[in-house]
Nanobody
């Protein structure tokens, strides 16, 4: 059974930092491209960052470049999102997604973790 469990969200003041984690199980993590998405109230879900299966060649939403860093530990089946210099516009539910290509594209999603940036 595939599971993606996000953690690390919470309330933080503007300028603060959080590190999100997404622990994966039920599939071969090292073969999955991993991504973080977010969805703010009343807005569409948007891609924040992505990292390929072997790491390297990360990509970011323009508004988070230089502030957020995606990384993965294939030994721990975990992907991370380090978020620095947070601002209220970063407030959203953050989701991780695993993408596998097994003859077809298969996407798995976590349940999300709330990040609120407010003074």
């Amino acid at each position: 059974q595939v599971q993606l469990v996000e953690s690390g969200g919470g309330l933080v003041q503007p300028g603060g930092s959080l590190r999100l984690s997404c622990a994966a199980s039920g599939f071969i993590f090292s073969r999955a491209a991993m991504s973080w998405y977010r969805q703010a109230p009343g807005k569409d879900r948007e891609l924040v960052a992505t990292i390929p299966s072997a790491g390297g060649n990360t990509n970011y939403l323009d508004s988070v470049k230089g502030r957020f860093t995606i990384s993965r530990d294939n030994a721990k089946n975990t992907v991370y999102l380090q978020m620095n210099s947070l601002n209220p516009e970063d407030t959203a539910v953050y989701y991780c997604k695993a993408r596998l290509v097994v003859g077809r594209i298969v996407d798995y999603w976590g349940q999300g973790t709330q990040v609120t940036v407010s003074s």
